[in-house]
């Protein structure tokens, strides 16, 4: 089975729930250069995927219908996944009849396209009763009022709105079609590149001046124009550009497992993010006799939600399960961490008003540690201010290393991205991370680095270690938690 898929323009969300659920079983998918990348994460790790290219690279259409026909006929499961619709301007018609010719079974899975994209981006709709009631779409990657030109501009110019395709190189000829036909020269022009990419541009001007326009601007391909008086909607009406973060390139430094919420959430906010773990987390053996003597603790003090998670993995693995606690006290450095450990079936008796070690020494020591029995299960290195405190007020505090931070490899586009300056801020959730981030570049790098990026903090302790690190802290959260860094970011 062949599979047709759109993609959407570019936003992996205008994917459907048809396209996810057969890329998630495709043997083999062939995807358009306009696709996004992200979307490839859908497919299964063993499938192969081929790119179609880019001008003047591209295969051939011919060299594309071949390969379909012969996946297809090789049993194979296959997703020829598309910008927008396969079948608006995507050469869709063209695959599926090769399909058809062969006699291999084909499904097309519709896509948005980019003339309501584009527009719906720019906020614009494409129809509105008050504006008129016809729409028309066509290519205009062909030279106008050329002998073979295959538009009728003379019909296109008396619909109320036309969206032009692939029209970046001919706009100006496109325009002067559009007038010569009977259109208004001062009928208002939106011009939309890359539509709902977190860089997306859009210029509003007139059929007279659009090519202009495009030309001071600096807009090439991909750009959809909006001929019409429903542009003039813009104004009040756009809202994807009014995005909180949007046009700031957003670098996620939390490890690779945990960038989600982050990213997702920076994204929704108008962000291009820039992933780059710059630590990762692998569990270490922790001591078998501690484990065994867990019911002799008075206190079990987590300090994060991966220490939550590696040390009940450990505990589980060891044949134990959380009943070994006892009657011991539950402390949490912060609700993230208590919620990681309900989650894990265990509530915390103790949760601070501020999220640090200061913040936790401070409810431990009113209460009195003297001669209590501490278990500390966290990271092989870090900030010893903790178990040194608890030490000095006359606990007994054992620390038990359960994980360790280690550098992930770096996606080498990425990371030449940020070293050309290109990131307008960087994240950073701990001490650690800064260490890590650091670790990345080299002296002239990092003087290069801290001149064009600022760093986004978590709290007092990680914006300190940013800032004797060389870089700017633009922003320091509130309340130290990933919603409370966000949460700073929008209103910074």
């Given at each position: 089975m062949v599979y047709l898929v759109g993609a959407g323009p570019w936003d992996p969300g205008l994917l459907t729930l048809r396209g996810h659920e057969v890329l998630g079983r495709a043997d083999v998918v062939l995807h358009d250069y306009l696709v996004n990348p992200a979307l490839l994460a859908f497919a299964r790790p063993d499938a192969l995927i081929e790119g179609t290219g880019?001008?003047?690279?591209?295969?051939?259409?011919?060299?594309?219908?071949?390969?379909?026909?012969?996946?297809?006929?090789?049993?194979?499961?296959?997703?020829?996944?598309?910008?927008?619709?396969?079948?608006?301007?995507?050469?869709?018609?063209?695959?599926?009849e090769a399909l058809a010719a062969a006699g291999v079974p084909f499904e097309v899975v519709p896509g948005v396209t980019a003339a309501?994209?584009?527009?719906?981006?720019?906020?614009?709709?494409?129809?509105?009763?008050?504006?008129?009631?016809?729409l028309g779409l066509c290519a205009g990657h062909r030279q106008a009022g050329a002998e073979d030109d295959p538009v009728d501009w003379a019909a296109l110019a008396g619909?109320?709105?036309?969206?032009?395709?692939?029209g970046a190189s001919q706009l100006r000829a496109a325009a002067a079609a559009l007038v010569a036909a009977g259109r208004a020269a001062a009928t208002p022009v939106a011009l939309v590149q890359w539509a709902s990419r977190p860089d997306q541009r859009t210029v509003v001007s007139t059929l007279a001046e659009a090519a202009d326009a495009a030309e001071t601007a600096g807009l090439g391909a991909p750009l959809t124009i909006i001929v019409g008086e429903v542009v003039r909607l813009r104004e009040r009406l756009g809202w994807f550009e009014r995005k909180p973060l949007f046009g700031l390139k957003i670098v996620v430094t939390r490890a690779q497992g945990q960038q989600g919420p982050l990213a997702s959430q920076l994204a929704e906010l108008g962000a291009e993010i820039l992933p780059l773990p710059s630590i990762d987390f692998v569990p270490a053996a922790p001591d078998p006799a501690v484990l065994g003597q867990l019911g002799g603790f008075d206190l079990v003090i987590f300090t994060s939600a991966n220490g939550v998670d590696f040390f009940l993995d450990a505990l589980w693995a060891a044949g134990r399960d959380p009943r070994a606690f006892g009657s011991a006290r539950i402390a949490c450095i912060g609700p993230a961490t208590a919620r990681r450990l309900a989650e894990r079936g265990l509530r915390a008796d103790v949760i601070p008003a501020r999220y640090v070690a200061e913040g936790l020494l401070e409810v431990l020591l009113a209460e009195g540690?003297?001669?209590?029995?501490?278990?500390?299960?966290?990271?092989?290195?870090?900030?010893?201010?903790?178990?040194?405190?608890?030490?000095?007020?006359?606990?007994?505090?054992?620390?038990?290393?359960?994980?360790?931070?280690?550098?992930?490899?770096?996606?080498?586009?990425?990371?030449?991205?940020?070293?050309?300056?290109?990131?307008d801020l960087v994240t950073l959730t701990a001490s650690s991370t800064v260490t890590h981030f650091r670790a990345r570049f080299s002296d002239a790098e990092w003087a290069h680095v801290c001149a064009h990026t600022r760093a986004a903090c978590i709290g007092p302790v990680t914006a300190a270690t940013a800032r004797a690190a060389g870089l700017d802290v633009a922003v320091e959260a509130g309340v130290y938690t990933i919603p409370g860094l966000v949460e700073a970011l929008a209103r910074r």
């Open positions: 880019h001008r003047p690279g591209r295969l051939p259409q011919d060299a594309i219908n071949a390969r379909l026909v012969a996946w297809g006929q090789a049993g194979k499961v296959v997703v020829r996944l598309k910008g927008g619709d396969p079948f608006v301007f995507g050469r869709g018609g063209e695959e599926a309501i994209a584009g527009a719906a981006f720019a906020g614009i709709p494409v129809t509105d009763r008050r504006y008129g009631a016809t619909l109320s709105t036309a969206v032009i395709y692939m540690v003297a001669g209590r029995r501490v278990l500390i299960p966290r990271a092989r290195v870090a900030r010893e201010i903790l178990p040194e405190t608890l030490r000095t007020a006359g606990a007994d505090v054992v620390v038990l290393p359960v994980y360790d931070t280690v550098e992930p490899p770096a996606d080498a586009a990425t990371l030449a991205r940020i070293r050309q300056g290109e990131a």
